[in-house]
């Protein structure tokens, strides 16, 4: 399975972005979707995930009200909607998938087996 992510970019706080993230390949083995997020200095933390159908989803306390994960498995995407930026959402966000499903703590990086290249997101103030 390979990822691409993209939408990245520079808003000021406030604001919006949109991230997607396409899947090719064997996108059947994307039970779990998410994404995760690395400041500088810091280390990679999960930002959401959502399962195969959608039913299941997970927010990062930081980011819950204001961002939305969805997947169109159609199309072998998902997007996370970014609203009401901040600076303290400054990172290279990356887009990752599962093999299986939901019994495993989606916060937990290591249980991921393919991600994206990486998309860089900067909130001004």
């Known amino acids: 399975v390979q990822l691409q992510a993209s939408g990245g970019g520079l808003v000021q706080a406030g604001g919006s972005l949109r991230l997607s993230c396409a899947a090719s390949?064997?996108?059947?083995?994307?039970?779990?979707m998410g994404w995760f997020r690395q400041a500088p200095g810091k280390e990679r933390e999960v930002v959401a995930a959502?399962?195969?159908?959608?039913?299941?989803?997970y927010y990062s306390d930081s980011v819950k009200g204001r961002f939305t994960i969805s997947r169109d498995n159609a199309k072998n995407a998902v997007t996370l909607q970014m609203n009401r930026l901040t600076t303290e959402d400054t990172a290279v966000y990356y887009c990752?998938?599962?093999?299986?499903?939901?019994?495993?703590?989606?916060?937990?990086?290591?249980?991921?087996?393919?991600w994206g290249q990486g998309t860089l997101v900067t909130v001004s103030s």
């Open positions: 990752a998938a599962r093999r299986g499903g939901w019994d495993n703590p989606v916060a937990n990086s290591v249980s991921y087996d393919y």
């Open positions: 390949g064997r996108t059947f083995s994307t039970g779990v």
């Open positions: 959502i399962s195969w159908i959608g039913v299941n989803t």
